[in-house]
Nanobody
Framework: QVQVVECGGGSSQTGGSLRPSCAAS????????IGWERQGPGTQRELVAT???????DSADCVKGRIVISGDNDKYSAYLHMNGLKPEDTAVYYC???????????????????????WGQGTQVTVSS
């Protein structure tokens, strides 16, 4: 049974840092892409960042320069390096994973998380002003 588990959310003040992590397990296929989305109070779910097994990344414009994604293929894991946090970063952060071969073009950024197969339960990030 495939599981995707997030941890490492929490609370921070404006300008602080957090490092949520995501770990996938239970698949007989290799992982090809991990991504994060978030949903803040009263907002729609939105892309945060994605990373492919060959190191391609993508991130939302609103987090560029502040939130960076990294991955560990051996551990089927990905990490969000969140710096310069703002109150508008307050949200539940959801991790998703896709297994098997990469299905999007080799020259493209990773496909968005809503196309992936498996999701975690989410981890809360709260940033106070």
């Amino acid at each position: 049974q495939v599981q995707v588990v997030e941890c490492g959310g929490g609370s921070s003040q404006t300008g602080g840092s957090l490092r949520p992590s995501c770990a996938a397990s239970g698949s007989s296929f290799v992982i090809n892409t991990i991504g994060w989305e978030r949903q803040g109070p009263g907002t729609q779910r939105e892309l945060v960042a994605t990373i492919s097994s060959d190191g391609r990344t993508d991130s939302a414009d609103c987090v560029k320069g502040r939130i960076v994604i990294s991955g560990d293929n051996d551990k089927y894991s990905a990490y969000l390096h969140m710096n310069g946090l703002k109150p508008e970063d307050t949200a539940v952060y959801y991790c998703a994973a896709h297994f098997g071969s990469i299905w999007y073009p080799s020259e493209a950024t990773p496909a968005p998380p809503h196309l992936y197969d498996y999701w975690g339960q989410g981890t809360q990030v709260t940033v106070s002003s």
